[in-house]
């Protein structure tokens, strides 16, 4: 039986839905606003944090596995690998870009963090819409599924606990109920506990803090 990947369709939803919000919300920052420049600046840390732990597991544990498996395939792990350059490239050209706006609030210093946002976006799109196309039936057939949970396991290991259930949180806005049910279910008794009585609330709080507004996605409900 090939191994169930299906579970990064959905982690990547939360990529594509923060990349976009990001760059919507501090191009729509009024000049001067340092306010909500440090509350967007934080979440864009904390974007950037998820993302570089959930390639880092990619970079350390999938495709060297890949590389050793694939053959007419290893094109596309070695796409893959140049399409994480890129994206780390872009990000990081973003966060220098990030503290002449985050401290000023300055339209030009605003509109050029926003270009920087826009370039990363086009990368992070490119590449999660190739991975899910050729990537992920190759990890299906060449991977066992203990080898494909490594991955999990890597990011729980690598991100701060008190974040963990607000990228919880990130996953779960976009999944459908049956999705949610799986993801879920597929955590440990505490853990499932723990988005109930904490999750759930801390994520709903981080949403409104970054979306300035009240509405809360229906997983926080």
Request: hydrophobic content about 45%; aromatic content about 4%; charged content about 25%.
């Amino acid at each position: 039986m090939p191994t169930d990947t299906s579970d990064m369709v959905i982690i990547h939803r939360a990529f594509r839905r923060e990349s976009r919000l990001l760059g919507s919300a501090i191009a729509a920052v009024t000049p001067g606003d340092t306010r909500r420049a440090r509350i967007l600046a934080e979440h864009l840390r904390w974007y950037r944090l998820g993302l570089h732990n959930h390639h880092h597991g990619e970079d350390e544990l999938i495709w060297p596995l890949l590389h050793a498996r694939v053959d007419l395939e290893a094109d596309v792990v070695i796409r893959m690998e140049a399409q994480h350059e890129r994206i780390a490239r872009t990000l990081d050209e973003a966060m220098r870009a990030l503290p002449a706006w985050e401290s000023s609030a300055g339209e030009a210093a605003r509109d050029a963090l926003v270009a920087t946002l826009t370039e990363h976006r086009a990368a992070v799109i490119e590449h999660l819409d190739d991975e899910e196309t050729h990537l992920l039936p190759l990890a299906a057939q060449y991977l066992t599924t203990p080898e494909w949970a490594a991955l999990g396991e890597h990011f729980l290991a690598a991100t701060p606990k008190p974040m963990l259930l607000q990228f919880l949180g990130a996953v779960l806005e976009d999944a459908d109920p049956r999705e949610r049910r799986t993801l879920l279910g597929a955590l440990p008794l505490p853990a499932r506990l723990a988005w109930k009585t904490i999750g759930r609330a801390s994520y709903a709080r981080l949403i409104r803090r970054v979306r300035a507004d009240a509405v809360l996605p229906e997983v926080s409900r």
